[in-house]
């Protein structure tokens, strides 16, 4: 079992930043951020695996930057140029595998405001 708990959202004005933060109870394999707003899916923000390679949408790609820190099994999710389109609520997911068998773990979503 993994824990992962995030935190670093808020609201924050048209083109301001902010930086979300998923700490994990151990190491997984690749760490993701999605974001959900009322009535939709979750959507893929930006991936990052045990070595550090990045994937972002194209939507993010120019704007949000993951990183993380091995030590702490955290993982950043920087999101600069903000705009109200990027207002949801952001989940962290993390990937593991055991014996071959990959599991998924989500966060419990930190909440991000764009205002106009």
């Known amino acids: 079992q993994l824990r992962l708990v995030e935190s670093g959202g808020g609201t924050v004005e048209v083109g301001g930043s902010l930086t979300l933060s998923c700490t994990a109870s151990g190491r997984a394999l690749a760490t993701n951020w999605y974001r959900q707003t009322p009535g939709n899916e979750r959507d893929f923000v930006a991936g990052?695996?045990?070595?550090?390679?990045?994937n972002y949408p194209d939507s993010v790609k120019d704007r949000f930057s993951i990183s993380k820190d091995d030590p702490t099994n955290t993982v950043y999710l920087q999101m600069d140029n903000l705009i109200p389109e990027d207002s949801a609520a952001y989940y962290c997911n993390a990937v593991t595998s055991t014996d071959g068998q990959y599991e998924d773990y989500w966060g419990q979503g930190t909440h991000v405001t764009v205002s106009s």
């Open positions: 990052i695996t045990g070595n550090s390679g990045t």
